[in-house]
């Protein structure tokens, strides 16, 4: 019997002391250069997130980084450590998305899924992703929703009840959305 | 437990989210129906494919400088808006309400603030006595102060990003630009004038919001728009 | 032939060829198919010319376009999703390009152009464009339709379920109707006409309003004005509930007997009723701008 598999992100150390711990302090108290030390520590996993959320538009994704990192900035002094930094910058990274796709009543299903725009010739950005274009193309062109829950829960390792609490709906929709987007992706990996 | 329920229960059971009395029957079942062990196989496939995709990804080398430059631009707004209160603090060493403090705060320096080309405005300005005899009056405006503060900064924000891309805009767009801001600067002024002389209408906390929404909309359309042309 | 007449004759030849060259490279034509999904994605980027869209009944993309010197097109993608640029050798002063291009009727497109005029005709999926001084004209129904101008204009002439529609200087006009709909300008005039509407918000600074169409019952309707004039035309027989307000502005009924009010302070007017004994929710909002209410009957 083929032994169960967890599908659950690597958790990033996040310790509740040292040098990520001070920068957050001194970021807190106005240090520019302190926060520059969160940004590089951090960005490569929001954005990967963001990435993915906005179905591999690398344009979206930077923007949406940016977003986050500005509001991380203007909130920090409400991060009181409750939590892993980086839970917390995840979850305004979500709640972020989240605005802007609510903002002024648009969606980001417009967002659209994009194969293969690193190969335009003269295209200005690439998605970064060099590892499993199939996977990510097909997790990109899933619909939002799912797309969502698949990527919150499926790679970032969200519980279902955190993911419902986040997005604003049960867990049943959740669950629901989870096996939509894995039923879609085993489809389209197939082709 | 039959094929029917089983089939549902097999993303959870690939998860590891079935408890002991769950996971048994389903083990049993998958261990006699092709159909679910297939897709077990499937899902437990995905998962180590999903398990192997990269955690993190570089963003673009530029993407820092400009939330550096935002950081900065938000650091500058806010020591204009502090210098500006305690500029007009200093001028009314008398004691004054609350209420009518906040009036004289948020007409002149609020307004000097986002009328940067113009000569100062000649604001009318509630007497404290005209505030103070109205608290609901106050409460309003009091709430629409911090409400205003959010819009001067975000609108000051977004026009020095447009300072730095107008190059990229026809002289005539920019005129157009100018002439819409300047519209929108003096219905500003207008409500924000008849708000001074009527702190408690709503009508008008209203009516001033939309503009700044106004202002602050067409801020954030230009820039974008510029941004990637 | 003269010796004079024969020279004259080479150089207006070399003249013509030279020319003749010129213009064949400055207009060469570009034509190219991609496979697409009919509701498949596609976005299109050129700063200067022409847009033109159609939708049709085929899952491809075709694009057609007469290309200036110094202009090129790239186009790419996979069956869900494809993009195309025009790019120019002289970013800063690009040439015109005028596209016409044929996208899958229920597709998504995006289109982003600075001073190109865009126009969309039959597609249904979802559109968003965007316009620095270029005009947008769509025609047809689509499901969602986002429309940004700066100094341009935007014109609808059909129903999108969901409408947002933006200009600061241009007019931005609905000729139809719509469930959700909202349109903003600064100066320029919103017009309004000719559909049955569920949540209608026309908002402007100094532009006037128009609006004449059917209101749903339970619907929602809101004008806000800083000095534009606000004319609004509906059925007599419309059931409205109706709250009018004007700080320092006249407000004119010449739809039922009901006179407005003084305005608070003895400033400006209000007017409150309700038509037909209610129902859909009509809010009027204008700083100085005159208001009038009429029958369009």
């Given amino acids: 019997m083929p032994a169960k598999m967890k599908m659950l992100a690597v958790a990033i150390k996040d310790p509740a002391d040292g040098p990520g711990a001070d920068d957050v302090r001194r970021a807190q108290a106005g240090d520019v250069d302190s926060f520059e030390q969160i940004y590089r520590e951090h960005s490569p996993r929001i954005y990967a997130l963001c990435l993915r959320l906005m179905a591999g538009d690398a344009q979206s994704a930077t923007e949406l980084m940016q977003d986050v990192f500005i509001r991380a900035w203007r909130r920090l002094d409400t991060f009181r450590g409750e939590c892993a930094f980086s839970s917390w910058l995840h979850r305004l990274a979500v709640n972020v998305m989240l605005e802007n796709a609510r903002s002024d009543g648009r969606r980001t299903a417009r967002v659209l899924p994009m194969e293969d725009t690193g190969k335009l010739p003269g295209a200005a950005k690439s998605s970064g992703i060099e590892l499993s274009m199939d996977l990510e193309s097909a997790i990109a062109s899933l619909p939002r929703g799912a797309r969502m829950a698949f990527v919150l829960h499926d790679v970032e390792g969200y519980q279902h009840q955190e993911i419902a609490g986040q997005l604003g709906l049960s867990v049943g929709t959740i669950k629901a959305q989870l096996h939509r987007a894995r039923r879609l992706l085993r489809e389209r990996l197939e082709r | ?229 | 032939m003269t010796f004079a007449f024969a020279r004259a004759m080479r150089y207006a030849l070399t003249l013509a060829l030279v020319f003749g060259a010129s213009t064949a490279q400055a207009q060469a034509k570009f034509e190219r198919r991609l496979p697409l999904a009919m509701d498949g994605a596609f976005r299109v980027h050129n700063m200067v010319g022409s847009v033109t869209v159609r939708g049709w009944a085929r899952d491809t993309v075709l694009v057609r376009a007469k290309l200036a010197e110094g202009e090129r097109v790239h186009m790419g993608g996979g069956y869900k999703g494809a993009k195309m640029f025009v790019e120019s050798d002289d970013d800063r002063h690009p040439q015109p390009t005028h596209l016409e291009v044929w996208v899958p009727s229920r597709s998504k497109l995006w289109v982003k152009t600075a001073t190109a005029n865009i126009t969309v005709t039959g597609v249904a999926g979802g559109l968003d464009l965007y316009v620095v001084s270029g005009n947008i004209q769509v025609n047809g129904s689509p499901a969602e339709l986002n429309a940004e101008a700066i100094d341009g204009d935007v014109r609808v002439t059909g129903s999108p379920k969901w409408l947002r529609a933006k200009s600061a200087t241009g007019s931005v006009s609905l000729r139809g109707g719509s469930t959700d709909a909202a349109l903003s300008t600064v100066s320029g005039p919103i017009r309004i006409e000719g559909g049955s509407f569920e949540r209608t918000r026309a908002e402007t600074v100094s532009g006037n309003i128009t609006f004449s169409g059917q209101l749903d019952r339970s619907g929602v309707f809101d004008f806000d004005s800083h000095s534009g004039a606000v004319d609004i035309g509906i059925p007599v027989k419309s059931s409205a509930s109706v709250a009018i307000i004007s700080i320092s502005g006249t407000i004119a009924n010449k739809l039922t007997n009901r006179s407005p009010t003084a305005g608070k302070f003895g400033r400006g007017s209000e007017l409150n009723m309700e038509v037909n004994a209610g129902g859909a929710r009509l809010t009027v909002r204008t700083f100085k701008g005159p208001v009038t209410l009429r029958s369009t009957d």
């Avoid at chain 2, 059971?13 to 092709?34: F, Q």
């Avoid at chain 2, 309003?140 to 409400?147: H, P, R, V, W």
């Avoid at chain 2, 005539?172 to 600067?185: F, H, N, P």
């Fill in chain 2, 1 to 229: 437990m039959t094929h029917e329920v089983v089939r549902h229960l097999l993303d959870d059971y690939v998860a590891g989210d079935l408890t002991e009395d769950a996971r048994v029957p389903v083990l049993d079942h998958i261990g006699v129906c092709a159909i679910c062990r297939s897709e077990v196989d499937d899902l437990e496939k995905l998962a180590v494919q999903v398990a192997a995709l990269p955690r993190a990804v570089e963003p673009p080398v530029q993407a820092w400088a400009e939330i550096r430059s935002v950081i900065e631009r938000d650091a500058r707004v806010e020591r204009t808006v502090s210098r500006r209160s305690s500029s007009r603090l200093r001028a009314q060493p008398y004691a004054l309400a609350a209420a009518g403090l906040l009036v004289a705060l948020v007409s002149s320096g609020g307004t000097a603030l986002y009328l940067r080309e113009r000569a100062a405005p000649s604001v009318a300005v509630a007497p404290p006595a005209a505030a103070t005899a109205d608290p609901a009056g106050a409460a309003t405006l009091a709430a629409f102060t911090i409400e205003e503060n959010n819009y001067l900064r975000e609108a000051a924000t977004l026009a020095d990003v447009l300072e730095k891309q107008q190059g990229v805009l026809a002289p005539e767009t920019v005129a157009q630009l100018k002439k819409s801001l300047r519209i929108i600067d003096d219905a500003i002024l207008e409500a924000r004038n008849a708000l001074a002389r009527d702190p408690g209408n709503r009508t008008l906390v209203e009516m001033l919001s939309a503009n700044y929404r106004h202002k602050v909309d067409l801020l954030r359309r230009t820039t974008e728009m510029t941004r990637s042309s």
